[in-house]
C-alpha cells in the first residue's frame, strides 16, 4: 500500500501518463506510461514547487536514476528528509 508521499507522485506522474487502463504503482515503469524527458522535467518540476526541493540532474541522470515510480518516490523522499 502506498503513502501519501507515494499517492500524491502518483497522481502527477498520472496526470502526464499516456491514457490507458494500467494501474500506476510503485513498481510501474515510467517508460510503460509514455514518459519521456518532457513529462519528466514537467513533473520534476511539479514536485519541486510543491515540497520546496530542488532535484539536481539533468535528463540523462534522471533517466538512469528513476526507472520506475518507487526510484521517483525515494528521490523525492531523501531530498525531502534533507530540507528537514
Known amino acids: 500500500m502506498a503513502d501519501q508521499l507515494a499517492t500524491d507522485i502518483i497522481a502527477k506522474i498520472k496526470a502526464h501518463a499516456e491514457p490507458g487502463g494500467e494501474e500506476i504503482t510503485t513498481n510501474t515503469e515510467l517508460t510503460s506510461l509514455g514518459i519521456h524527458s518532457l513529462e519528466l522535467t514537467e513533473i520534476i518540476f511539479d514536485l519541486e ?3 520546496g526541493i530542488e532535484i539536481e540532474m539533468n535528463t540523462v541522470d534522471a533517466w ?4 520506475n515510480v ?3 518516490v525515494e528521490a523525492v523522499r531523501a531530498l525531502i528528509a534533507k530540507k528537514a
Open 70 to 72: 518507487g526510484d521517483m
Open 49 to 51: 514547487e510543491d515540497y
Open 64 to 67: 538512469s536514476n528513476l526507472k
